[in-house]
């Protein structure tokens, strides 16, 4: 039997359910879908970061400050725990290049958020368990911190259905419905659902919900290996990115051409303060294009082992109780895809987040679900339309590696 919504989600991580909390926010009629549970695709994987210093002033850093402005908000609204905590970030200089690079950057950084440069000694006595050898200097700001992305897809999922949405888990949807040039319906396993708007925030499977529909979305799965460890003594408060998370170049600084390999390796480390997993290590990531494999390597979890005990010696003997791997949505040009596909009326994408999409999740749920009330585009979505012409070449292929992924929201 058909019924009748103002607007499907598909994909219940924690895009497509801030998607659905906020559309029923806003007082429309909503079902959220999935294949499987609520949080079991891309941000079961996630590490949970909301690491706001290294977004290039504009958008991606309007975004990102209003992002955890109101995770704080939904912190103290929401019933369930989603265990937000703005820990602080250190983004460490471990070589002399990396050094000049960071004053730079902060130089720069400085007037649009609350960013500052650590010497090693003040870096020594915030983290004293980091090797003291490897460091020379650090960034440092207050508002980087994390949440559990579980919890958090979780808590806006049964926000949206307080507020009277219907969620339905292990629903696939196996096809789009379209009548007179626009979308309107989904079918799944078990009937027809029908709406005036269709929102794919299906993550790296974003495609595959495309195909349904006759749409071309870009977007294809980055596979990230992470590790954790079992619950330790505190050895760390911030969270411990290096240098190579900065996009030095979109920051209009220039880094030397025999440094840009090494910049191009992404490491972080945090230690959960609360909730189920407190103490735990968390270590991550590798990034490759294997279309949608998930099984960690030897060579993956051998990597991130060597780089945990060479920042932090003290995890040389702690147990390593888990590893996995998560595929991350990644869009042709790098940035996010938000809006109405182009071609078809009523089909509208939430996708391409990549490896922040904990950092931009409930933005983009509150600012989609405005547009869809009020049908104007708010101005920090304009930068991420589906139309837009940088989404023309071909993807990279499923068989390659890449390590090059700039912040180029």
């Known amino acids: 039997m058909a019924s009748a919504w103002d607007a499907i989600v598909v994909g219940a991580g924690v895009i497509g359910s801030a998607v659905a909390y906020f559309l029923q926010e806003a007082g429309l009629r909503v079902c959220l879908l999935d294949r499987g549970a609520v949080a079991a695709g891309t941000t079961s994987a996630s590490a949970g970061h909301t690491s706001v210093q290294g977004r290039v002033p504009g958008p991606a850093l309007d975004l990102a400050l209003a992002n955890v402005?109101?995770?704080?908000?939904?912190?103290?609204?929401?019933?369930?725990?989603?265990?937000?905590?703005?820990?602080?970030?250190?983004?460490?200089?471990?070589?002399?290049?990396?050094?000049?690079?960071?004053?730079q950057f902060t130089a720069k950084q400085a007037h649009h958020a609350p960013v500052e440069f650590w010497e090693a000694e003040e870096v020594r006595r915030a983290e004293p368990h980091l090797d003291p050898r490897r460091i020379l200097g650090?960034?440092?700001?207050?508002?980087?911190?994390?949440?559990?992305?579980?919890?958090?897809?979780?808590?806006?999922?049964?926000?949206?259905?307080?507020?009277?949405?219907?969620?339905?888990?292990?629903?696939e949807v196996v096809g789009i419905l379209t009548e007179g040039g626009r979308a309107t319906g989904v079918r799944t396993a078990t009937g027809i659902h029908r709406a005036l708007a269709i929102v794919n925030a299906a993550g790296a499977w974003s495609g595959e919900i495309g195909r349904l529909a006759g749409v071309a979305v870009p977007v294809v799965p980055r596979k990230g290996e992470l590790v954790v460890s079992e619950p330790l003594p505190r050895l760390l408060r911030c969270v411990i990115s290096h240098?190579?998370?900065?996009?030095?170049?979109?920051?209009?600084?220039?880094?030397?051409?025999?440094?840009?390999?090494?910049?191009?390796?992404?490491?972080?480390?945090?230690?959960?303060?609360?909730?189920?997993?407190?103490?735990?290590?968390?270590?991550?990531?590798?990034?490759?294009?294997?279309?949608?494999?998930r099984s960690s390597t030897w060579d993956?979890?051998?990597?991130?082992?060597?780089?945990?005990?060479?920042?932090?010696?003290?995890?040389?003997?702690?147990?390593?109780?888990?590893?996995?791997?998560?595929?991350?949505?990644?869009?042709?040009?790098?940035?996010?895809?938000?809006?109405?596909a182009p071609g078809l009326p009523?089909?509208?994408?939430?996708?391409?987040?990549?490896?922040?999409?904990?950092?931009?999740?409930?933005?983009?749920?509150?600012?989609?679900?405005?547009?869809?009330?009020?049908?104007?585009?708010?101005?920090?979505?304009?930068?991420?339309?589906?139309?837009?012409?940088?989404?023309?070449?071909?993807?990279?292929?499923?068989d390659s590696k890449e390590t090059d992924i700039h912040d180029t929201v």
């Open 243 to 293: 240098a190579g998370h900065i996009p030095f170049a979109d920051h209009g600084i220039e880094a030397p051409p025999e440094v840009e390999g090494e910049l191009q390796k992404k490491r972080y480390l945090k230690q959960t303060g609360a909730g189920g997993f407190q103490g735990r290590v968390y270590v991550g990531s590798t990034s490759e294009f294997r279309g949608f494999d």
């Open 300 to 340: 993956g979890v051998s990597q991130l082992c060597r780089y945990a005990i060479d920042t932090v010696p003290a995890l040389a003997g702690a147990r390593l109780v888990r590893s996995w791997a998560g595929l991350r949505p990644r869009s042709r040009d790098g940035r996010f895809i938000i809006g109405e």
């Open 138 to 171: 650090a960034t440092y700001c207050a508002l980087d911190g994390y949440a559990n992305p579980v919890r958090l897809a979780i808590a806006l999922a049964r926000g949206a259905r307080a507020r009277g949405a219907e969620v339905l888990p292990h629903t």
């Open 69 to 103: 402005r109101l995770l704080g908000e939904l912190k103290r609204a929401l019933p369930d725990d989603f265990e937000y905590a703005q820990s602080g970030g250190l983004i460490l200089a471990e070589d002399e290049t990396e050094y000049r690079l960071l004053r």
């Open 346 to 398: 009523g089909f509208w994408l939430a996708t391409g987040h990549d490896s922040i999409g904990i950092l931009y999740s409930t933005m983009t749920g509150r600012l989609l679900a405005q547009w869809l009330r009020t049908g104007e585009r708010p101005a920090l979505l304009a930068p991420f339309d589906p139309a837009r012409p940088s989404l023309a070449p071909a993807a990279p292929r499923a």
